[in-house]
């Protein structure tokens, strides 16, 4: 600009005296200079008079153009843009990094609080004894502090099983209680929200609905996260998200999430499904993916009206099969003092918690699957725990085993985990059917179990003597 000025300037006289051929060589100049400005190529300026400002002034800026040409690259070509299979991969590879690393930080933590849950129940038995020894204000201090450690255990817990919900299965005709998700996606981002809006929550009683678990609440969470987005911070009081869940017909729950932030313009509604389209940079999966993760198992999602500012998504999930939707039962605990029990876990301290809550039982520990194969080879057990995932031998390959050398003992083994599944794992859990104890236990859930299953073998001790007597009755013998 101040070039150009210089130039107008500079050739001040030459205008005034009219000459054509000046006001050409002028607008060529000026021409000349805006393109060097913009970085576009600038013609050879054509020489006439060695005298004239003009001309000098020309051909020092078409001498600077090429001397840039020639020590700046060329412009890389504009890489063509992914098309849809690529977009919807690149929000598969993001889930899937998601699921695995709930699914990492799970074991991690679910491992070490199994016992602490285990030995601050045992420690809150101790001190309920009404035998001890210890003086009433210490005692009382200690019961404190015993039920303030046993709610930050809960609150750890209910952290980590909030995180399962990410790492879950991949069966998508899995039978889902939508809220539940709901609830642990909205714990997860309790934080964020409570510092930008009003959290509302309205669930009718709603059926199970056909899906993924861990899915579905990738989905949700990248729904409540533009709505976050959408907000300011600092004026809660002002804002609210509101997240409600009814029974749209017989055969479709709805959940609505609705929020008061700057909302969609109206020129882009029909675009925000795009799956190139964005209204803005960030972390979340986008609407594409959400829109394709809901389909995959029958769900649809779409822009709703919001009532006032604010954006509206009204997502309709199909209700799972009546037959599918059934509760396992609690059972009584009751005493089974003659049984053996084997327990097979790398941690230590995970076998010792079992131990201490089993007090009536005879329980053997294992470090891991080879040193269980020891024990099994030499003594008989009426039931087995075993981690799933173990460095040396594993739950998988204890179970081949007992398929093949004790077959019968594979009715009566139990897995433990604590949420790290590999693929293998998952496929394993699936085909073999085998019973699951999720880490972290408390004594009550790993008690119902055992009981449990105890209950199972004895039933079919009964029906094999039964069996048995009827072929002696009869005169079978039994190979």
């Known amino acids: 600009m101040l070039l150009s000025l210089g130039c107008e300037r500079l050739l001040a006289p030459a205008r005034l005296g009219g000459e054509r051929i000046v006001e050409e060589k002028l607008s ?209 009081s002002e804002h609210h998200i509101r997240v409600s869940v009814s029974l749209a017909d017989e055969q479709t729950v709805r959940v609505v999430l609705s929020d008061t932030g700057h909302g969609v313009p109206a020129g882009l509604r029909d675009r925000i499904f795009d799956p190139f389209f964005s209204t803005r940079g960030g972390g979340g999966l986008g609407l594409p993916v959400v829109r394709s993760i809901l389909a995959s198992f029958g769900g649809a999602i779409s822009l709703g009206q919001s009532e006032g500012r604010g954006a509206r998504f009204e997502v309709a999930l199909r209700v799972a099969s009546l037959s599918d939707q059934v509760r396992d039962p609690t059972l009584d605990e009751r005493p089974a003092e003659d049984f053996r029990i084997l327990v097979v876990d790398d941690e230590p301290l995970v076998a010792r918690a079992v131990r201490r809550c089993l007090p009536e039982y005879n329980v053997i520990t294992a470090s891991d699957g080879r040193e269980a194969v020891g024990m099994l080879s030499k003594q008989k057990f009426d039931l087995i725990f075993c981690d799933l995932m173990m460095p040396d031998m594993g739950g998988m390959d204890l179970h081949a085993y007992l398929l093949k050398e004790h077959p019968k003992m594979v009715e009566r083994m139990v897995i433990v985990t604590g949420g790290a599944f590999s693929a293998q794992g998952k496929r394993f859990l699936e085909r073999s059917q085998l019973p699951v104890l999720e880490k972290p236990f408390d004594r009550k859930r790993l008690r119902n179990k055992v009981h449990k299953m105890l209950e199972e073998a004895a039933r079919d001790v009964r029906k094999a003597r039964v069996d048995e007597g009827r072929d002696s009755d009869s005169g079978v013998t039994r190979q």
């Not at 060329?74 to 690529?86: F, G, I, M």
């Not at 991949?170 to 996606?185: E, K, M, P, W």
Request: charged letters at 20%.
């Open 28 to 236: 060529k100049l000026l021409d000349a200079l805006n393109d060097l400005g913009a970085g576009r190529p600038v013609a050879q300026w054509p020489m006439q008079d060695p005298d004239d400002p003009l001309d000098v002034v020309g051909a020092a800026v078409s001498r600077a153009a090429g001397a840039l040409a020639s020590h700046c690259p060329a412009p890389l070509p504009r890489p063509p843009s992914p098309s849809h299979e690529e977009v919807m991969a690149e929000g598969q590879e993001r889930l899937d990094s998601l699921a695995a690393m709930a699914s990492s930080i799970a074991h991690e933590i679910n491992n070490p609080l199994s016992y602490v849950v285990v030995n601050l129940e045992h420690l809150q038995r101790m001190l309920d004894d009404e035998h001890s020894m210890l003086p009433a204000p210490t005692h009382k201090d200690m019961e404190l502090a015993v039920a303030e450690a046993q709610d930050g255990v809960r609150r750890v817990a209910q952290i980590v099983r909030d995180l399962q919900v990410f790492s879950s299965g991949d069966n998508d005709r899995a039978q889902v209680d939508v809220t539940t998700v709901l609830d642990s996606v909205l714990r997860l981002m309790g934080n964020e929200i409570r510092h930008r809006a009003r959290l509302v929550r309205e669930y009718a009683s709603v059926p199970l609905v056909q899906g993924s678990a861990a899915r579905l609440g990738q989905a949700f969470l990248s729904l409540l996260q533009n709505a976050v987005q959408a907000l300011p911070e600092g004026n809660a």
